[in-house]
């Protein structure tokens, strides 16, 4: 199977879907690129993350749509749009920048179908980058998964892998109502198993990434790498850990993380998000409400501290969840009758 980055994966998907569905339009800031260029080198980079590259170049402007600096205007016409037979794919370049355009996200796109009787569709995704890692510091490291996983009508994935990135990317595309597709910028450059041609990943449906009876990890993007290199390292002490990915925050796929937590009885969340009113908590109370019995310790959450990203590199390592921290936490949960 062909090895591909996470950036190449996210920009066959939309390869894919563009192809196949004339509707499918791409909207955002600098998507297209290279304005004012002379000949036919009608692109520059294709966005900052250069996962639109190519496209201007075989579906032209009209549907590749460079855009002002302005995420309210970009939202509003993708929803607009959504509602009136297009498939758009618009771009927040960094997720922090939902603050400008949000009530066109959670107070419409989101409530369409049910202010209008289940008769409109808003056929929407949102692209955004999140995560830290880079020291872009507080107003462009954020994660945001958990705000719009608290939204009703809002669906939430958080591909940690190439092969997730493609397949995700192509159903959220399919899938008639809005999605937030959360990209973490430190795994663009991840490169994996990615096959040619088109599939899809249903959502809801969690990615059980390692078996184990000892403890269960559960984490989340960026995340996910470093339980799993938690995990080869508690396998090489003898212990066996079950590590989970749940692909999507919303629909969430409870079945599999109540199966086992049954069958583990420990529990570690791992997620980059501040710890208050996070997917880690969230995450905990499902399993504190639907599998108290079969818990052998409390329940551990690694977040990050309940501050903004530090700019400091030393800082923003020091905030961010390490397999340090994870291992810690395993170990805690392990030593506890």
């Known amino acids: 199977m062909p090895q591909k980055s996470y950036t190449e994966a996210i920009r066959e998907a939309l390869d894919i879907e563009m192809e196949r569905d004339p509707t499918v339009i791409v909207i955002g800031e600098d998507v297209a690129g290279g304005a004012g260029t002379q000949g036919d080198d009608v692109e520059a980079i294709g966005g900052i993350w250069g996962t639109t590259v190519g496209l201007t170049?075989?579906?032209?402007?009209?549907?590749?749509?460079?855009?002002?600096?302005?995420?309210?205007?970009?939202?509003?016409?993708?929803?607009?749009?959504?509602?009136?037979?297009?498939?758009?794919?618009?771009?927040?370049?960094?997720?922090?920048?939902?603050?400008?355009?949000?009530?066109?996200?959670?107070?419409?796109?989101?409530?369409?179908?049910?202010?209008?009787?289940?008769?409109?569709?808003?056929?929407?995704?949102?692209?955004?980058?999140?995560?830290?890692?880079?020291?872009?510091?507080?107003?462009?490291?954020?994660?945001?998964?958990?705000?719009?996983?608290?939204v009703p009508g809002l669906k939430v994935v958080m591909p940690s892998n190439p092969y997730d990135a493609k397949g995700l990317l192509i159903q959220a595309i399919r899938d008639d109502d809005p999605v937030i597709f959360c990209e973490?910028?430190?795994?663009?450059?991840?490169?994996?198993?990615?096959?040619?041609?088109?599939?899809?990943?249903?959502?809801?449906?969690?990615?059980?990434?390692?078996?184990?009876?000892?403890?269960?990890?559960?984490a989340f993007s960026a995340m996910v790498p470093k339980a799993l290199e938690a995990a080869e390292k508690l396998e090489t002490e003898g212990i066996n850990c079950t590590v989970i990915d749940p692909r999507t925050t919303s629909p969430l796929d409870e079945e599999s993380i109540i199966a086992s937590a049954e069958e583990t009885g420990r529990i570690v969340i791992v997620d980059e998000s501040t710890p208050r009113c996070?997917?880690?908590?969230?995450?905990?109370?499902?399993?504190?409400?639907?599998?108290?019995?079969?818990?052998?310790?409390?329940?551990?959450?690694?977040?990050?501290?309940?501050?903004p990203v530090p700019f400091s590199p030393a800082l923003e390592q020091a905030y961010l969840p390490q397999v340090d921290d994870i291992l810690g936490a395993c170990r805690e949960v392990l030593g506890s009758n």
Request: net charge positive; charged share 20%.
């Open 57 to 150: 170049r075989k579906y032209g402007r009209s549907r590749v749509i460079d855009t002002p600096i302005t995420e309210s205007a970009i939202i509003g016409t993708a929803a607009g749009a959504a509602m009136t037979g297009l498939r758009p794919v618009a771009e927040l370049m960094f997720v922090d920048f939902v603050g400008v355009c949000f009530d066109q996200i959670y107070n419409q796109a989101a409530k369409f179908k049910y202010m209008f009787g289940g008769k409109a569709t808003t056929p929407l995704v949102i692209r955004t980058a999140v995560g830290a890692g880079l020291s872009a510091a507080a107003q462009h490291s954020q994660t945001m998964f958990s705000t719009f996983t608290s």
């Open 184 to 218: 973490h910028k430190l795994l663009y450059g991840m490169t994996g198993e990615v096959p040619d041609g088109e599939y899809t990943i249903p959502f809801a449906e969690a990615n059980w990434l390692k078996d184990g009876e000892d403890l269960t990890i559960i």
């Open 278 to 307: 996070s997917i880690a908590s969230d995450i905990s109370s499902i399993i504190a409400e639907k599998a108290f019995k079969s818990l052998k310790a409390p329940i551990r959450k690694v977040t990050t501290s309940h501050t």
